[in-house]
């Protein structure tokens, strides 16, 4: 039951660098969606997409891209990053419904320095 | 502007009595909750949700409990057992769109004592 995976889990990253953030869920969702979790904050939003080749922005998108190429992976790209992108990355899931809970990923912890 | 408040940013409660935890919402088109449990290095698990049209949904030893007219829910975890211990996230939607984006709370840090 691998559900939603994100790698890494762990990452250090110098300013003005990029990296890719990988998600890829088992479950057949539709849906898939990238948060932020900053300390002592709750989840945002930063990007989603209901389907391959859609995606849209959420409520912080700034610094961020992302791709919906099939249905199991939403890679989400930092391009130039910058200090206040340090913060725990989670990749989530769900299939359609409002009544269908996201499935999170284990996160990615990533520091900018 | 948050638009899903919770206002204690933790909770200790001791081993088989009631844990109560609060969110506040200000979103009048919200009409879906969900509960999420968090323990440190893992993501979110959904814990149980609630509909608008209902006011109460029960699983177990968790409750949520809906009152529309306040824009207030409740998480009643009975008994607690230390298992419990982890930070407790509220999450709204709107399910008139098509996207069920989630709104969420800053979380609860809810501290079962033995």
């Known amino acids: 039951n691998a559900g939603v995976t994100q790698t890494p889990k762990f990452r250090i990253l110098k300013i003005g660098q990029s990296m890719t953030l990988q998600c890829t869920q088992d479950?057949?969702?539709?849906?898939m969606y990238w948060y932020r979790q900053d300390p002592g904050m709750g989840l945002k939003l930063i990007y989603y997409?209901?389907?391959?080749?859609?995606?849209d922005k959420g409520e912080v998108p700034n610094g961020y891209n992302v791709s919906r190429s099939t249905t199991e992976d939403f890679p989400l790209r930092l391009e130039l990053a910058a200090p206040s992108q340090t913060s725990v990355y989670f990749c989530?899931?769900?299939?359609?419904?409002?009544?269908?809970?996201?499935?999170f990923g284990d996160g990615t912890r990533l520091s900018i320095l | 502007d948050q638009q899903v408040k919770q206002n204690s940013p933790s909770l200790s409660v001791q081993e088989g009595r009631i844990s109560i935890l609060n969110c506040d919402y200000t979103?009048?088109?919200?009409?879906?909750f969900l509960w999420y449990k968090k323990y440190p290095a893992e993501g979110p698990t959904f814990l149980i949700s609630?509909?608008?049209?209902?006011d109460k949904n029960e699983d177990g030893r968790f409750t949520v409990f809906l009152n529309k007219s306040a824009k207030h829910l409740s998480l009643h975890i009975v008994p607690s057992q230390p298992g419990d211990s982890a930070v407790y996230f509220c999450?709204?939607?709107?399910?008139?769109?098509?996207?069920?984006?989630?709104?969420f709370g800053k979380g609860t840090l809810l501290t079962v004592n033995p």
């Open positions: 999450a709204a939607l709107s399910s008139g769109g098509s996207n069920y984006k989630l709104t």
């Open positions: 997409s209901v389907g391959a080749g859609i995606t």
């Open positions: 609630i509909s608008s049209i209902k």
């Open positions: 479950m057949n969702h539709n849906y």
């Open positions: 989530a899931s769900s299939s359609t419904g409002s009544n269908q809970p996201q499935h």
């Open positions: 979103n009048s088109m919200f009409d879906y």
